[in-house]
């Protein structure tokens, strides 16, 4: 079995240091990136990539069957 792994990058910097309001965020608390501010919505994040997840999955199958 192949990992994967995909980390959340800042849309504005593409920092992958976060601050949080708790040491364990919800996954609808945001957060803010620690090198330009910009708050982030985990939520989003993870729905976006739990997308980019499962097209990689499926390219992947794709090439498999080929």
Request: charge should be positive; aromatic fraction near 4%.
């Amino acid at each position: 079995m192949t990992q994967m792994k995909f980390t959340l990058r800042c849309p504005q910097c593409g920092s992958t240091r976060f601050e949080a309001r708790s040491p364990r965020p919800s996954p609808h608390d945001p957060v803010t990136c620690a090198q330009c501010g910009t708050r982030v919505d985990l939520a989003a994040e993870r729905k976006r990539l739990e997308e980019e997840a499962r097209a990689a999955v499926e390219e992947r199958l794709r090439d498999q069957a080929k």
